[in-house]
T-cell receptor, first 113, second 112 residues
Framework: GAGVSQSPSNKVTEKGKDVELRCDPISGHTALYWYRQSLGQGLEFLIYFQGNSAPDKSGLPSDRFSAERTGGSVSTLTIQRTQQEDSAVYLC???????????FGDGTRLSIL | DQQVKQNSPSLSVQEGRISILNCDYTNSMFDYFLWYKKYPAEGPTFLISISSIKDKNEDGRFTVFLNKSAKHLSLHIVPSQPGDSAVYFCAATNFGNEKLTFGTGTRLTIIP
C-alpha cells in the first residue's frame, strides 16, 4: 500500500501503563505529523517533524508525551503513565517538503481503562 | 480558543440537491484552507483546498468559496450523492507553519 500506515489500529491498556504508537509515512514524504481526535472534537495537533530539523513539539499536552522519527521515516509516539483523558484516536499524517495537503493514516484508537 | 469553527454539527440533504458546509475562522494569519472528508474508522481524506489569494476553487462536484473579509469559507457539493455521507472537517494553516488547525466537523447525511 502507498498510504500512511499506523499500528496498532486499536489499543486498550490500563491506566498508568506506557504505550507506543507507530506511523509509517508515505515513501518520500519528508514531513510527518501527529494529531489526536478526542470524542466529539476536531483534530488536535501534537507534533511535527520536517526532515532533519528539530521537531515542533508545541502541541504535546504534557511531558508524558514524546515522539521520535528514526532515519527520517518511521515515527513512534510514546505516552508514559497513561491517564483516562489520553483516550482518543491518534492520527499520523505525512506530506512532501513544505507542502500540503497532508495525507492521513487510519489512526490508532487508544482506550485507557 | 477555537480558531476554526464549524457551527453546524450535522446536516441532512436530499440526494441530488446541493450540500453547503460552512466554516469560520478567527486567526487572520491563516492563508491556506483545506476540506477533509472522514468515514468512520478511517483517516481523513483530502478533498479540496484554497489559497487566500483566491476566492473560489472548483474540482468536479466540489467547490470551495473563501470570503476573507468575513473570515468565512464554505464547501459546496452538487449534486449530492449517498457516498458523500461522512464527517467533513475544515482546516487552516499559514505559510511557513505547516500544522493544521481543524474545526470540530460537520456530519453530512445524504438522504436517498
Amino acid at each position: 500500500g502507498a498510504g500512511v500506515s499506523q499500528s496498532p489500529s486499536n489499543k486498550v491498556t490500563e491506566k498508568g501503563k506506557d504505550v507506543e504508537l507507530r506511523c509509517d509515512p508515505i515513501s518520500g514524504h519528508t514531513a510527518l505529523y501527529w494529531y489526536r481526535q478526542s470524542l466529539g472534537q476536531g483534530l488536535e495537533f501534537l507534533i511535527y517533524f520536517q526532515g532533519n530539523s528539530a521537531p515542533d513539539k508545541s502541541g504535546l499536552p504534557s511531558d508524558r508525551f514524546s515522539a521520535e522519527r528514526t532515519g527520517g521515516s518511521v515515527s513512534t509516539l510514546t505516552i508514559q503513565r497513561t491517564q483516562q483523558e489520553d483516550s482518543a484516536v491518534y492520527l499520523c499524517a505525512s506530506s512532501g517538503t513544505g507542502s500540503q495537503p497532508q495525507h492521513f493514516g487510519d489512526g490508532t484508537r487508544l482506550s485507557i481503562l | 480558543d477555537q480558531q476554526v469553527k464549524q457551527n453546524s454539527p450535522s446536516l441532512s440533504v436530499q440526494e441530488g440537491r446541493i450540500s453547503i458546509l460552512n466554516c469560520d475562522y478567527t486567526n487572520s494569519m491563516f492563508d491556506y484552507f483545506l476540506w477533509y472528508k472522514k468515514y468512520p474508522a478511517e483517516g481523513p481524506t483530502f478533498l479540496i483546498s484554497i489559497s487566500s489569494i483566491k476566492d473560489k476553487n472548483e474540482d468536479g462536484r466540489f467547490t470551495v468559496f473563501l470570503n476573507k473579509s468575513a473570515k468565512h469559507l464554505s464547501l459546496h457539493i452538487v449534486p449530492s450523492q449517498p457516498g458523500d455521507s461522512a464527517v467533513y472537517f475544515c482546516a487552516a494553516t499559514n505559510f511557513g507553519n505547516e500544522k493544521l488547525t481543524f474545526g470540530t466537523g460537520t456530519r453530512l447525511t445524504i438522504i436517498p
